[in-house]
């Protein structure tokens, strides 16, 4: 991912002015992580040193949708809407 898509992503997520680390934040920068890996397997489907990451980057981006569910139930049924996760 490069800067200019990231810094795209923080500000369409941000809370406040300086908020980089949010969970709402960081949620998103990991789908767009796991979707551009999703496409690079798909080309290369033999690559399982990329597949043991992208299962690693699954399971933190579902320990902040969990944390998120306790926190803001609302906060967290527009983000999984808007980034269009299951």
Avoid at 13 to 25: E, M, P, R
Avoid at 38 to 48: A, I, Q, R, S, V
Avoid at 61 to 72: C, G, I, T, V
Wanted: no cysteine; aromatic share 4%; proline share 0%.
């Amino acid at each position: 991912m490069d800067k200019v898509t990231k810094q795209e992503i923080i500000n369409k997520f941000k809370q406040s002015d300086n908020d980089t680390g949010s969970a709402q934040v960081q949620i998103a920068l990991l789908t767009q992580r796991i979707r551009e890996l999703t496409e690079h397997l798909k080309k290369n489907h033999k690559d399982n040193h990329s597949r043991r990451g992208l299962s690693m980057l699954i399971g933190q981006r579902k320990s902040f949708l969990k944390y998120l569910e306790e926190k803001d139930i609302e906060a967290y049924r527009s983000l999984k809407k808007e980034l269009q996760i299951r």
